[in-house]
């Protein structure tokens, strides 16, 4: 089984910027796709993207330009580079893994994945 452990996450001053990483137990990760979510208090879940096995990224619905997702399969690590912070981006952030298959489509990158981390908590002030 895929263990994730998310990390990078912290308290930061609006319009700072904040590089979350997911490292996984295991090197077959590689041929997995990374979804990143986050969870504010008192709101539902919401996503912030995902990527393939092959670098393709997809962005969550109401995400801009301010959150890219990036992978280095050498570490067994994804990321997520999150620039301009404001404080609604106060939230725990979570990363999940799931096997990655040639014929998946957007929202297949987007939903029902496997393994989850246990988050990792961004506090952004004003």
């Known amino acids: 089984q895929v263990q994730l452990v998310e990390s990078g996450g912290g308290l930061v001053q609006a319009g700072g910027s904040l590089r979350l990483s997911c490292t996984a137990s295991?090197?077959?990760?590689?041929?997995?796709?990374v979804r990143w979510l986050r969870q504010a208090p008192e709101k539902e879940g919401a996503l912030v993207g995902a990527?393939?096995?092959?670098?393709?990224?997809y962005d969550g619905h109401s995400m801009n330009g301010r959150f890219t997702i990036s992978r280095d399969n050498a570490k067994n690590t994804a990321y997520l580079q999150i620039n301009s912070l404001k404080p609604e981006d106060t939230a725990v952030y979570y990363c999940?893994?799931?096997?990655?298959?040639?014929?998946?489509?957007?929202?297949?990158?987007?939903?029902?994945?496997?393994?989850w981390g246990q988050g990792t908590q961004v506090t952004v002030s004003s």
């Open positions: 999940a893994a799931k096997q990655d298959y040639a014929f998946f489509g957007r929202s297949d990158y987007l939903r029902n994945y496997d393994y």
């Open positions: 295991e090197r077959s990760v590689r041929v997995y796709a």
């Open positions: 990527i393939s096995r092959s670098d393709n990224t």
